[in-house]
Structures are given as structure tokens and as C-alpha cells.
């Protein structure tokens, strides 16, 4: 009988082993962890733009309000341990800033990490070649001289009159990854060397649009493009290597303004977390009122079940936020130890509140983090416990 008994056990124990490779996670959700409040380093018309992620430190960059030539800031938050470990609330960043002047009122900024650097683009949307620029940080804050001219990609070095947004563009299949430049008003995606800045051949143009405003490229090529009123995707055309995308559907549309600061970015949480789960695709709406991300499944696994994020989400002091207070919101995503998070600052133009998160406007960052929910795991549990029990009752 204990033969009987060891044998059913090892079969239980191998099914849970399958059902644990398959099936531990069948589901997933949205997690707010942290809400901070960093309106006294952005104060007044200078509000936080756009986030970035290396594996371990937050930078953020700000863009001005202002008529005229004003300052904006490229700024090291802190590592994410120590974020995680500290209140919602209040913060003062940690680390180094960098600064430039850029010309004009509402000019943006766009950010992206790459390989232990930072692409920052300042002044943009703005004609102004001396006070507009893409530049390329090590992540010590440090210019890199040696890329482009003297460190920055101006517009007339890219034969550009303006530029409204940067990514990285992966090309087809993970090949020739470029700096893809985006131009309000033109499809054509501008490509660049991420190692020395010269021209790297142009991709596009995606027929069908003609109001570029961001980018978001998924690890296999394809570009959600957010264009005036919708976000769209446009199929990386095999044949043609990285030049060449189909035509764009949409996948939302509303109406709105032709106002800055919108955005669309990609989650490859099928592709680099877990092959289970359906990637997402963020956006902003620039309607009054919509003052939330919007979530849009792929559909390359199980969906979230979260449709928006508001900024109101209870976090982990057990306190809820005051929702996000506009429409000026931005995202971006990153790995650290085994976890996945979702990284959104939401910029406040006023004199605004310095201290606490649960009252007011303010500049701010928040943090999320994509949790898998075990539910299969229970399932298993509960299936030993009744061996166990039977084997009780047998004795």
C-alpha cells in the first residue's frame, strides 16, 4: 500500500510540475506601487516630459511652458530598490541633472534608454536648429562628444526643419537597430547610428498618416504610430527588410486638438517577460478630461484586465492618489530583479503642491508593476492537500 501511495504522490508531483511550467500564472494584472511627488524640482511652467529606465536607475526629462528660451532638465531619480523602499510622497532626486536651453513655449522632450546610454531630445517641435537638439548622455551624465556633432544631432545636421519624437527602432526582426526620428507632419521614419549619429537610411513613409506625434517600435520592427486623433500599427514588411511598413490600422480613435506632448508606447511583456501574457500598447488621449493612460491589448496572450490607468490606483502605503490631474502623460517600461514595471510621469505647468500625493497637482512619477496572479498555483496546492488527506485517512 505505501508502494501505492509513493507512486500516486510522484505522478501528482509530475502533473504539478506540467501544470506549474504551463499554467502557473493565469492571469495578470496592473499593481500600483509608488506615487511621487516631485513639483518643487519642476516647478512653476517647467513640467516633467518623458521616463526612462536602464535595469536600475529612473531618469526623467522636463519641457517648458514659456515663451522664449528656457531651461529644461534631463535628471537621475534614483535606483528603484531605494524608490521602492520609500514612502509615496515628496521626493528629491538622488542623482545628477544635466541642462539646455530650449526656444519657444510648449517644446517637448522625448527620452529612451539604449545599451548604458540616454538619447534625449530637447527643443522639439521647434524651428530653431541652435535651441533644438538630440543628444547622447552616459549614464554618469556625461555628454558623448563623439557622437554626431560634438554630441548633438542638431536639425541641420539630420536635413530636418523640426523634430517631435525619438525611439529605437529594432528594424526588421531584431536586425540594424537605428534612432528613429519622428516629424509632425511626415511619415518617413529618419534613422540614425546609435554608435556615431550619421544618417542610417530612412524608413516608410506609413501610408495612410500624415501627423506623426510618437513612436512605439515592438521588438519584431512593426511601429505603433501615434498620429492627431489615433494610435495605428503598421506591419513591418518582410520582404523589404527595414525600410518598408504596410499601410496603418487603427486600433483607437477620437477627436482632439492638434496640441503636443501625446504619446504611444509598447509593453513586451509577451515578448521579454512572459510568453503567456499579451503585450500592451499605452496612449494618452489629449481630450479634457481623459486625464488617463489607455491600455489597448495586443492580443498575443492572456489580456490584462485593466483597461486604463487614472494615477487614483491605491498604491502599497495603502492610500489612494489623487488621479492624475491632465492630459500631459507619458510612459515607458524596464525589468529589474525578475519584475516588470510600467514607469508614468504626468507634467503639471502651475505653481501647483510640493509635499504629499493624495490632494492637489503636482509633477510626478509613478510607478507600476506588472504581477502575474498564481492561480493555477492554488489549484495545485489544493490537489496535495487532498493527498495528503487521503493518505491520513488511510492510516
Do not use: C
Not at 529612451?112 to 527643443?123: A, E, I, P
Not at 498618416?209 to 513612436?215: G, L, Q, V
Not at 517577460?273 to 489597448?296: A, D, E, H, P, T
Not at 498604491?315 to 530583479?337: C, E, H
Request: charged share 15%; aromatic share 12%; net charge neutral.
Amino acid at each position: 500500500m505505501r508502494r501505492m501511495e509513493m507512486m500516486r504522490l510522484s505522478a501528482v508531483l509530475a502533473l504539478g510540475a506540467i501544470l506549474a511550467q504551463t499554467f502557473v500564472f493565469a492571469n495578470y494584472t496592473i499593481v500600483h506601487r509608488r506615487t511621487f511627488n516631485l513639483n518643487a524640482t519642476f516647478a512653476g511652467a517647467e513640467a516633467i516630459g518623458d521616463v526612462a529606465f536602464d535595469g536600475n536607475y529612473l531618469y526623467v526629462s522636463s519641457w517648458h511652458n514659456a515663451a522664449g528660451v528656457q531651461t529644461v532638465r534631463l535628471v537621475q531619480v534614483g535606483d528603484i530598490n531605494t524608490l521602492l523602499g520609500t514612502n509615496s510622497g515628496a521626493l528629491t532626486p538622488s542623482g545628477w541633472s544635466v541642462t539646455v536651453s530650449a526656444a519657444g513655449g510648449s517644446r517637448d522632450t522625448r527620452l529612451v534608454y539604449h545599451d548604458n546610454h540616454l538619447y534625449w531630445g530637447y527643443g522639439l517641435g521647434d524651428g530653431t536648429a541652435a535651441n533644438t537638439g538630440i543628444r547622447k548622455y552616459d549614464l554618469n551624465g556625461n555628454l558623448v562628444t563623439g557622437w554626431a556633432a560634438g554630441g548633438t544631432l542638431t536639425l541641420s545636421g539630420a536635413g530636418v526643419s523640426r523634430y517631435d519624437t525619438i525611439d529605437i527602432d529594432p528594424g526588421f526582426s531584431g536586425s540594424g537597430e537605428t534612432l528613429a526620428v519622428g516629424v509632425f507632419g511626415s511619415t518617413i521614419v529618419r534613422r540614425f547610428d546609435l554608435n556615431t549619429g550619421a544618417n542610417a537610411g530612412n524608413a516608410g513613409p506609413v501610408g495612410g498618416a500624415t501627423s506623426t506625434r510618437d513612436y512605439a517600435f515592438a521588438p519584431n520592427g512593426d511601429l505603433y504610430i501615434r498620429t492627431q486623433g489615433a494610435v495605428a500599427v503598421a506591419t513591418r514588411a518582410a520582404a523589404s527588410g527595414a525600410t518598408a511598413f504596410s499601410s496603418p490600422t487603427n486600433i483607437a480613435t477620437w477627436t482632439e486638438g492638434a496640441l503636443a506632448q501625446a504619446f504611444v508606447a509598447y509593453i513586451p511583456v509577451n515578448e521579454v517577460f512572459f510568453s503567456g501574457f499579451s503585450s500592451l500598447v499605452l496612449y494618452n488621449q489629449r481630450v479634457s478630461g481623459q486625464n488617463k493612460v489607455f491600455i489597448y491589448n495586443v492580443g498575443n496572450g492572456t489580456f490584462v484586465g485593466v483597461n486604463e490607468l487614472n494615477g487614483s490606483e491605491q498604491v502599497d502605503d495603502g492610500k489612494n492618489p489623487v488621479g492624475f490631474p491632465n492630459t500631459f502623460l507619458n510612459a515607458s517600461w524596464g525589468l529589474w530583479n525578475g519584475r516588470m514595471f510600467i514607469f508614468v510621469v504626468n507634467g503639471f505647468t502651475g505653481a501647483g503642491t510640493n509635499d504629499g500625493y493624495t490632494s492637489g497637482s503636482f509633477d510626478r512619477l509613478d510607478i507600476y508593476e506588472v504581477v502575474p496572479e498564481p492561480a493555477s498555483m492554488l489549484a495545485l496546492g489544493s490537489g496535495l492537500v487532498s493527498l495528503l488527506a487521503l493518505r491520513r485517512r488511510r492510516k
